[in-house]
């Protein structure tokens, strides 16, 4: 085909691609603030105080361990109202040997899993022995703020509710190489949940803080990516609502990000849970979470192919000034994402396209993995 003959199809190709990148990042965002002034539904709170068991995930986490019990102590929830349970899933390092002087078998419990098993394995078989009608999950680096498990109680006191998320938020972000952009990045991910949940559930939780009914907890494939996602989706699934609770904070570090590798893991752990979006389909009871899921989880996973595309179709179009210009607008973003990654850019603002580029790239990396058959990691 000459290339006159391609310049109509390339340009649907380009702003088709242009178009639903857009509306990813920029239009669902607007299109949730709009929702949720004219349909937002509150979450009946109130100061209610049922039996919590907090579970601590951890494998090898001897450096933060203790800081996170310390956090843990200084919580404000009645003593003999809450265990602090230390699930060690084969910690080779000392994690359990600084837990044991702290477990007196009631307010602190350790269990010492001597084999790795994988996350879900481990959360399947500690979840149904706990002893709180309310489980919340926090992550061993990421440090509650003192009134964390009481707001997120608060949110049970409303019978419709199954589950709810705490706030993520990164501290010392200069002490990290995207430590600012991250913080950017989740505070923008942090208003979109909140606006998800003014109308009905969000998707998925923060693995840092996040609670749910102990009853409603659904035993899970070992394999699955992503737990924090899953594990309220299906709860949501069942008719539910997950709800987000933005007092509720829990701290990390910017170091204990990671880097490329784990937004591999997370993005293919989303990659693989689009699955979940058949379970809403019929009967269709979940219209408006189904939206949010195919605007926001499911959707973003079609952006890295669709930059691809305008950038390959605007290829074609050089021959006219217009597409000349957004040619140049495109090579010009990339720029300043690769001048981002190799640290030449001294204005942390200017980093932002490397964060944005770098977090597509990933899902890209994702789902090559999984279409030639490899999984990510646990």
């Not at 109202?81 to 350790?110: F, M, N, W």
């Not at 923008?188 to 749910?212: P, R």
């Not at 390959?312 to 021959?319: I, M, P, T």
């Not at 977090?359 to 279409?371: E, S, W």
Request: charged letters at 20%.
């Amino acid at each position: 085909m000459s290339l006159p003959a391609l310049t109509l199809p390339m340009q649907w190709v380009f702003w088709l691609s242009v178009l639903a990148t857009a509306y990813l990042y920029f239009g669902f965002p607007l299109l949730l603030a709009v929702l949720s002034k004219l349909f937002a539904r509150p979450v009946r709170k109130g100061p209610v105080e049922p039996f919590v068991s907090l579970l601590i995930p951890a494998y090898n986490e001897a450096d933060v361990i203790e800081e996170k019990l310390a956090a843990c102590r200084r919580l404000d929830y009645p003593a003999e109202k809450i265990e602090v349970v230390v699930a060690s899933d084969g910690s080779t390092d000392a994690t359990c040997e600084l837990v044991r002087p702290h477990a007196d078998g009631a307010r602190v419990r350790l269990l010492d899993f001597q084999q790795n098993r994988g996350k879900l394995a481990m959360l399947n078989a500690v979840v149904p022995e706990l002893h709180g009608e309310i489980v919340v999950f926090s992550d061993a680096a990421s440090m509650p703020s003192p009134n964390a498990v009481r707001d997120l109680a608060s949110n049970f006191a409303d019978p419709a509710v199954g589950a709810v998320s705490g706030v993520y938020r990164i501290e010392n972000r200069d002490s990290h190489q995207l430590g600012q952009q991250a913080g950017f990045y989740w505070r923008y991910e942090t208003w979109i949940k909140q606006k998800e949940a003014e109308i009905g559930s969000i998707l998925g939780a923060h693995g840092a803080l996040y609670a749910i009914r102990r009853e409603l907890y659904p035993q899970l494939d070992p394999g699955v990516i992503n737990d924090d996602f899953v594990i309220p989706l299906r709860i949501a699934r069942a008719g539910w609502r997950v709800a987000y609770e933005p007092a509720a904070v829990a701290v990390e570090e910017a170091h204990e990000m990671g880097g490329f590798g784990r937004r591999i893991r997370i993005m293919t752990g989303n990659i693989e849970q689009l699955t979940e979006v058949f379970g809403f389909l019929w009967p269709p009871k979940q219209w408006l979470t189904l939206f949010f899921l195919l605007s926001h989880k499911a959707g973003r996973m079609f952006a890295p192919p669709a930059m691809i595309a305008a950038l390959v179709a605007n290829s074609f179009l050089l021959d006219q000034p217009l597409y000349q210009l957004t040619m140049a607008g495109q090579l010009g973003f990339y720029a300043l994402a690769a001048a981002g990654g190799l640290g030449l850019l001294p204005i942390k603002a200017l980093r932002l396209p490397y964060y944005f580029t770098m977090i597509n790239l990933a899902a890209l990396v994702g789902l090559l993995r999984l279409l030639t058959g490899r999984r990510a990691w646990k």
